[in-house]
């Protein structure tokens, strides 16, 4: 009698562990916005079973480390086995960047994987490259935005390359770090907007023509600058009239020219074509002929 007990309860025992539901399958990838939530899914094939043990894991330092009591999650995590008992899955709040990385939940029966990827700035892209073309003296802004002006990429890098688009070639970092050339003469143009990675680049020169790259994490702008010698060449109108110099002026004629009579000319006391004066004391319209 007490064998056949012994076995029932070891039955029992096993009947009431919690068997996952997708356990060790491949690890499910999760993508979300930074500042947005993510579920991570775990549940028993039972809801109604009830885990003797359960623990949710991650390697955001490295090595797998518990997380429920992580202060680094303070506030943002939520669990539904209270309301399902087998509802092991995890809800976490107001994604940060650190957020990403390997999540592991696990019971006395198995373990589950998800692997989650929060993406923080998103650049806005209107090229493969952006060509900007100034002269020499000015300054130019290299517009780098992200598509969310509050967000704040986790890093940020500002490189110059002479003579080359490619990433993997010849790029020296200027901002943060100034080296070079540029030293002293980039700034990013805004302070107020953490999604605004626009560069200043002042006083320019020959030298200063060449590749630009803005880099965030994993994505990245190119610009290519054209340095011109010289000074932009500005046209203005003054919206005054074209006043010309009385001799470039054509001038009327009131009197009689290599011996041409003309019509509708004004002439005062002026001989007539017979040679006589004229009679009449105000201007009068006469005409002239060819002798």
Known sequence: ??????????????????????????????????????????????????????TWMTDRTGDLTEMLNDEHYRGRLQLFNKSSPGNLSLLISDLREEDQGYYRCSTEKGYRD?????????????ANVESVTVF??????????????????KSL???????????????????????GNHRNRVKLVSKSSPGNLSLLVSDLTEQDQGYYRCSV??????FRLHVKVGRRETSTRSGKTDRRTQSAQPSRKTTQEQGTCGENMITEGRPDCKGKPTDQPEPDLVTFCIK
């Open 1 to 54: 009698m007490m064998k056949y007990l012994y076995l029932l309860s070891v039955v029992f025992y096993v009947a009431a562990g919690c068997d996952l539901f997708g356990a060790k399958k491949k690890a499910v990838e999760i993508t979300r916005h930074k500042g947005g939530s993510v579920l991570l899914p775990c549940s028993c094939s039972n809801l109604h079973s009830k885990p003797h043990t359960f």
């Open 114 to 126: 998800t692997t989650i990827y929060v993406k923080g700035c998103e650049l806005v892209k209107e």
């Open 217 to 222: 994490q994993a994505e990245a702008k190119v």
């Open 157 to 179: 890098k500002w490189d110059f390359s002479l003579r080359t688009e490619s990433v993997s070639n010849g790029y020296q970092e200027i901002y943060p770090e100034q080296t």
């Open 136 to 153: 020499t003296g000015e300054s130019v802004v290299l517009p780098c935005v992200c598509t969310d002006l509050q967000d704040k990429p």
